[in-house]
Each structure stands twice: as structure tokens, then as C-alpha cells.
């Protein structure tokens, strides 16, 4: 059974930094080659994708908003995915969601999500 959870939410400050984590389970990042994504949602907004990573490769590709404030990257061994968030703004402020691209799938099409880390960007 595949499950996703994440961590390392908060509130932080603007200019302040958070790294998020998502522990997966039920599958491993290198037997097959994955996709996997953190998405956000904000207050009253849809579903925004922010960054994903081939579990193989470790190339990313990035939000243009996020493009050198965010670092995504991944542990083969631990099978945990990161979010490295720097000199984070108040527009950040979300629920992040990690989320597994489906096999043969095209952008924004996931099989599976986590439950959320809320991210508060404020002073």
C-alpha cells in the first residue's frame, strides 16, 4: 500500500527557510522511474505545482516563482522525498502536498498524494 506523509511545516518569518520532508512507503524510488512532485495549494486557490524530481536521475524542474528559493532532492536509501524552501514570502504560504506522477502519466497527473504540511509565511 502506497502512503506519503509529510512533515516540516511552520510558520516562519518572510526571508526565513523550511525544509519539508515526505516519507514514502509501499514502493521504492528506484525500481521504477518516478516522478515526484510537491504541490500547494493556498486559501481559497487551486491546486499549484511547485517542483518535481526524477527518482533515478535527480533532475528537477521548478516552479518559475520558486526557481533558486526552492531546492527539491530525494534519499534512495531513506526512499524520502525533500523540499529545501529559502528566503520564503508571504505568496508561499500554502498547504504542500507531496505527490507521486503516475507512471506514463503527463504533467499534474498524480496516482498518489500525502495529506499536507501547512507552510505560514508571516510576520
Known amino acids: 500500500q502506497v502512503k506519503l506523509v509529510e512533515s516540516g511545516g511552520g510558520l516562519v518569518q518572510p526571508g526565513g527557510s523550511l525544509r519539508l520532508s515526505c516519507a514514502a512507503s509501499?514502493?521504492?524510488?528506484?525500481?521504477?522511474?518516478?516522478?515526484m512532485n510537491w504541490v500547494r495549494q493556498a486559501p481559497g486557490k487551486g491546486l499549484e505545482w511547485v517542483s518535481r524530481?526524477?527518482?533515478?536521475?535527480?533532475?528537477?524542474h521548478y516552479l518559475d516563482s520558486v526557481r533558486g528559493r526552492f531546492t527539491i532532492s530525494r534519499d534512495n536509501v531513506q526512499n524520502t522525498l525533500y523540499l529545501q524552501m529559502n528566503n520564503l514570502k508571504p505568496e508561499d504560504t500554502a498547504v504542500y502536498y507531496c505527490?507521486?506522477?503516475?507512471?506514463?502519466?503527463?504533467?499534474?497527473?498524480?496516482?498518489?498524494r500525502g495529506q499536507g504540511t501547512q507552510v505560514t509565511v508571516s510576520s
Open positions: 509501499g514502493f521504492s524510488f528506484t525500481f521504477n522511474k518516478y516522478w
Open positions: 524530481i526524477d527518482t533515478r536521475s535527480g533532475y528537477a
Open positions: 505527490a507521486r506522477g503516475k507512471i506514463g502519466g503527463g504533467p499534474g497527473e498524480y496516482d498518489y
